[in-house]
């Protein structure tokens, strides 16, 4: 059974810093590609960043650029989230995901690139 499982959720003041963990079993993910979302109460899933198999290659988002920083170890299995200068407007259930072998016409920013799902892990920026 496929688990991707997030760790390193909490609560933290403004301009704080958090890194969240993802630890994958089940499979290797060492030829995915690794993302990470959010999703706000009341708001959509959002991409976060992405990382290429290789970790030759990462993505953010407009919002997160400069304070995020995507990893991955792929010895480990495991991608990871840097989150620096955290703001109230990232409080989120943040989500480790990893690529699907259908929807790859979305690209790695869509939800529907991504066939496997962690449960979440809550961050929560107090000001």
């Known amino acids: 059974q496929v688990q991707l499982v997030e760790t390193g959720g909490g609560l933290v003041q403004a301009g704080g810093s958090l890194r969240l963990s993802c630890a994958a079993s089940?499979?290797?993910?060492?030829?995915?590609?690794m993302g990470w979302f959010r999703q706000a109460p009341e708001k959509e899933r959002e991409f976060v960043s992405s990382i290429s198999w290789s970790g030759g290659n990462t993505y953010y988002a407009d919002s997160v650029k400069g304070r995020f920083t995507i990893s991955r170890d792929n010895a480990k299995n495991a991608v990871f989230l840097q989150m620096n200068s955290l703001k109230p407007e990232d409080t989120a259930v943040y989500y480790c995901?990893?690529?699907?072998?259908?929807?790859?016409?979305?690209?790695?920013?869509?939800?529907?690139?991504?066939?496997?799902w962690g449960q979440g892990t809550q961050v929560t920026v107090s000001s």
């Open positions: 995901a990893a690529e699907g072998t259908v929807g790859k016409q979305f690209g790695a920013r869509h939800a529907s690139f991504y066939g496997y």
């Open positions: 089940g499979r290797t993910f060492d030829t995915s590609v």
